[in-house]
């Protein structure tokens, strides 16, 4: 029991810090409950999309290149051109549908705040599903809690950056800024999510190659496992690194690119007759 509540904890407890996190650094204006709330609720057919057009995407460049999880060039190629803009794509989309058009939307920090909801969201369902169907749930509690919240939550903050930009842009009437910052808000998460995905996976077949080396070559190959093990270390520092840096400052720097937003309040009754007098 005590460790079914461990993994629950590390499964959720990251994604609700990181958002409050993020709520508390929104000092400008903060979003309603129910913008963020429609974000959430976007994100859960998007993160179904998500899975679906991975799996087919997989199968399509299995049967084209001929590869498959256990060559370090197909994982490549799957995280960079598959799981990276996929998954970017279908973030990007849960916040812009419900967040485009509204009047809430007018602060430079805004766009962090609801990238950063779908990504949080995305990572939430993604956690409970991995921890539910892992053989050593604890670990990969632990290792998801240390590793892949942070790493979609700086995804969503770069996103939110460039986000805000296009909107920004759009309210200028520049087209071109606007596609190109929506472009980006893709690309550079994608990218990184890319690069972070290649480093883990490619252990698997690092390993494979490793177990049916013979003499010297094991050395070789245990030099590889352990470069790259390193690689992943200085990459989840310096998420972490650039994960603060980056929100902070743009807490910082926010400001009001459109007038305030006004929330409606709710009406009050008033008793227009508090005699009773016709």
Known sequence: MGIAII?????????????????????KEKESPGLLVSIMLMEIPFLIATIIAEGLLQSALSFTTGGDMNNIIFVALYCFLIIGPAEEIFKLLGAKIPTWRSREFNCKFDGIVYCTTSALTFAFIENIMYVLTANGALVTAIMRAVCCFPGHFMYGVIMGVFYSRAKIADNFGLKK???????LAV?????????????????????TLYDHAKGSQKDVFMVEILAMFLLLILVIIGTYITLFITVIKQSKSDYYFAPAYKKPQKKKIVNENPDGLE
């Open 177 to 183: 800024k606007k596609n190109l910052n929506l472009f």
């Open 187 to 207: 690309l550079i998460p994608a990218l990184i999510h890319g690069l972070y995905d290649t480093l883990c996976f490619s252990m698997t077949p690092l390993y």
């Open 7 to 27: 993994i629950f904890v590390l499964a959720t407890v990251p994604a609700i810090v990181l958002f409050t996190m993020t709520r508390k650094l929104d000092k």
